[in-house]
Structures are given as C-alpha cells and as structure tokens.
C-alpha cells in the first residue's frame, strides 16, 4: 500500500508540473500556478504515511539526528511521508518559480529547462533561477519586489 502512496504523489503533481511547463501561456495555467490548494492531494498523502510513523518522524524533526533520521526513511512510511513532502514543497517552489518567470517576462524556453531540473533537483534548479531572478529585477526596477524608497 505505501508503495503505492508514495508512487502517487508524484502523479498528483505531474499535471501541474506539465501545465508550467508544456502550456505555460494558457490561461487555466496561471490560475492553477496562483493556488496552494495545488499539492493539498499531496499533502494528504503525506498524512497517510506520516501518521503511522508519528512518533519517529517527530524524533527524527524535533531533535535532528543522522541516525534518527536514517532509521525513520528505512521505514516504508517515513520514506514516503519524506518523499511526499519533498513533491509538495517542490510543487509549490515551481510554481513560484513559474509566477515569477511570466512576472519577469522569462521566456517559457528558458523556464522549462528550470522547471524540470526542479521536479529533479529542486534546490539547482532554484539556485540556478535566484540569480536570473536577481539580474532581471536589477536591470528593469519596477519588476523589484523592495519598494523604491528602500532601494539604494
């Protein structure tokens, strides 16, 4: 059953992932990349293994241990509650990724590339975006997310 579980979350996320990415101009796309409610499925998932395994994964969150930490993913529902939250977290890190890609202007070629690298490696794919993020918002300043008196 968690094997299943944990083969489903990432399904759930799958058709917001190729909405961002394959149809990043239609409209429904934006109004989906707008919504947290997006990764809830997800997220109920992640209960459904989580909870069994409550009590190691609060050891393992509470008190941050390696071995702790290694003992709650051998188990098949640490592992998938883990995995679970890693597919919710990177679904919404797309999708802001997505929002403020339209907001920049970035174009859906360069974006897809980045959208998939963070469906696989979330954090290079975000360490690739931060700075591409940074440089449009330096050269065009009414993009700039601190207000024009805090600017320096």
């Known amino acids: 059953m968690t094997g299943t579980l ?6 759930l996320a799958a058709p ?9 101009a239609w409209g429904p796309t ?5 919504s947290p409610l997006t990764v809830v499925p997800v997220l109920a998932l992640y ?6 395994v409550l009590p190691e994964l609060w050891a393992a969150v509470s008190g941050p241990d390696i071995d702790v930490f290694r003992e709650l993913t051998a188990r098949a529902n640490g592992a998938g509650a883990i995995w679970a939250q890693v597919i919710a977290w990177d679904l919404l890190l797309g999708q802001w990724m ?19 690298l963070t469906i696989l490696l979330s954090p290079i794919g975000l360490l690739l975006f931060l700075p ?9 300043p009414e993009f700039s997310t601190v207000p024009a008196e805090y600017r320096g």
């Open 98 to 116: 997505y929002r403020e890609g339209r907001r920049l202007g970035v174009h859906p070629l360069a974006m897809g590339p980045l959208l998939v």
């Open 132 to 140: 591409l993020r940074a440089s449009l918002t330096r050269r065009r």
């Open 30 to 34: 934006a109004r989906v990349a707008a």
């Open 6 to 11: 944990f083969e489903l979350a990432f399904y």
């Open 47 to 52: 209960l459904a293994m989580a909870l069994p």
């Open 16 to 24: 917001v992932w190729l909405l961002l990415i394959f149809a990043p």
